[in-house]
């Protein structure tokens, strides 16, 4: 995952050094740069080693939303069961997760594999579970799928990042925002 995170920073930092240059400087840069592409509303990304374009509906904008107290304590409960019951390996029965536990110049790239089609919920919480952070339903299709999160909006911290299918099965994982 670090690994991943790594490359998204050399990759935007060799781009802005890149768009800066001359052309001799630019070919004399070791590391090809082709993964940073934005075309029609479609940006393409380096992801674990191969170009992955994401197109404006794979990317959420993240905005802190305040809960009432009763979401607020839903959202705490279901953290809580989703962490203890983690080891569980029917949790959203054929989706695999990828992602960085970090997000790299406020986006957060993900993959989802998926063995077949379905409709999930995306949520976001903070650390303490009290804020919604996001909310969205998106349809995976089978095989690779790739969504972006934009968190400029959000404050450093920690977040639970949770999917739940249809059938109520789930993952949670943790999202860390720092910025240097």
């Known amino acids: 995952m670090k690994k991943l995170s790594s490359f998204l920073l050399a990759a935007a930092v060799l781009f802005t050094m890149g768009s800066c240059g001359s052309d001799n400087q630019q070919a004399a840069t070791a590391v090809n740069i082709k993964n940073v592409n934005s075309t029609r509303g479609v940006q393409t990304v380096q992801f674990q080693g ?4 994401i197109t404006a509906e794979d990317v959420f904008v993240v905005e802190a939303k305040k809960a009432n107290a009763k979401q607020s304590e839903d959202a705490v409960n279901d953290i809580h069961s989703s962490l203890m ?3 569980k390996e029917d ?3 054929g989706v695999e997760l990828t992602m960085e ?3 790299v110049d406020d986006m957060f790239v993900f993959g989802l594999k998926a063995e077949e089609a379905k409709n999930v919920m995306f949520e976001m919480y ?3 579970g009290f804020e919604l952070a996001a909310n ?3 349809s995976l299709n089978q095989g690779h799928n790739y969504k972006a999160l934009n968190v400029t909006s959000l ?3 920690k977040y639970f990042f949770k999917l739940k299918d249809e059938a109520g099965k789930e993952m949670t ?3 860390v925002i720092k910025r240097d």
């Open 85 to 87: 019951s983690a080891e």
């Open 91 to 93: 949790q959203l029965a």
């Open 126 to 128: 903070d650390e303490e």
């Open 136 to 138: 969205n339903k998106f």
């Open 155 to 157: 404050e450093e911290g």
């Open 101 to 103: 536990d970090k997000a």
């Open 173 to 175: 994982n943790t999202v």
């Open 50 to 53: 191969a170009d992955v374009a």
